[in-house]
């Protein structure tokens, strides 16, 4: 299943819209590096708010695809981590660190415009 993803002005959106499969997550990373260097998008948005489960490969790959798209020049935040995802996942030792993370779409975008902003005026 190919996730949508939205162009919203200097920011991609990737919104999950189903369960994926672990070959889902490998093509939304390259389709979210290839993306990022196409539109020089500046952050990165991905939505998991439909996912009931999160398991070690998805927070592996939403990770590194984290990473990744900041080594191209693009912040990512998760939007939408359901309680009881992120209630088992702290149970079960699976982390995001250093990944951005917000409550819903509207607070990523404002931690996005937060973010590129203090980059850009600060440089770091």
Not at 33 to 45: D, E, K, L, M, P
């Amino acid at each position: 299943m190919q996730v949508p993803i939205l162009k919203q002005g200097d920011y991609l959106i990737a919104s999950i819209q189903a369960v994926l499969s672990d070959a889902d997550l490998v093509q939304l990373r390259d389709s979210l590096g290839a993306r990022v260097g196409t539109y020089r998008s500046r952050g990165v948005i991905i939505d998991v708010t439909v996912l009931d489960v999160i398991d070690s490969f998805a927070t592996r790959m939403l990770r590194g695809i984290a990473h990744m798209l900041k080594l191209r020049g693009a912040e990512t935040v998760i939007v939408g981590i359901q309680p009881d995802v992120a209630f088992a996942m702290v149970q079960l030792g699976l982390t995001l660190e250093g990944v951005g993370t917000a409550l819903d779409l509207e607070e990523g975008l404002a931690y996005l415009n937060a973010r590129t902003k203090r980059v850009a005026v600060d440089g770091s």
